[in-house]
């Protein structure tokens, strides 16, 4: 299949690129130390760790990035291996990573 968006060459997308099909879900995300929420749009397919690197990134100019966070999902600790539809988001959820 070839994708093409006017001013860029043609390009041919990988079969199992175009066989992946995921949802985009907003969410709020709190990060500890920030000041404000912040609205992330994930896929449903991200890991858990993929989003709480995306808020983190989100919010770089406030907080700085940490290595070892979790993220809290209904007062949950979840594990940072589930995806989001593992975990059961759904739009508008809100999840915390907090450091640790």
């Known amino acids: ?12 997308l990988p079969p ?3 066989e992946q099909r995921f949802m985009p879900v907003p969410l709020y995300g709190f990060l500890q130390g920030d000041t404000i929420g912040l609205l992330i749009l994930a896929d449903d397919g991200d890991t858990l760790e ?3 690197q995306k808020l983190q ?5 406030r907080v700085a990035a940490r290595h070892l966070v ?3 999902y209904n007062n ?6 589930m995806t989001v539809a593992q975990a059961g988001f759904e739009a508008l959820d809100r999840f915390d990573v907090l450091s640790g």
């Open 1 to 12: 299949m070839v994708i093409t968006t006017g001013s860029e060459f043609e390009k041919t």
């Open 70 to 72: 979790r993220v809290v």
């Open 50 to 52: 993929a989003l709480a």
């Open 16 to 18: 199992n690129l175009l």
């Open 76 to 81: 949950k600790t979840m594990d940072p291996a």
């Open 57 to 61: 990134a989100a919010a770089s100019l």
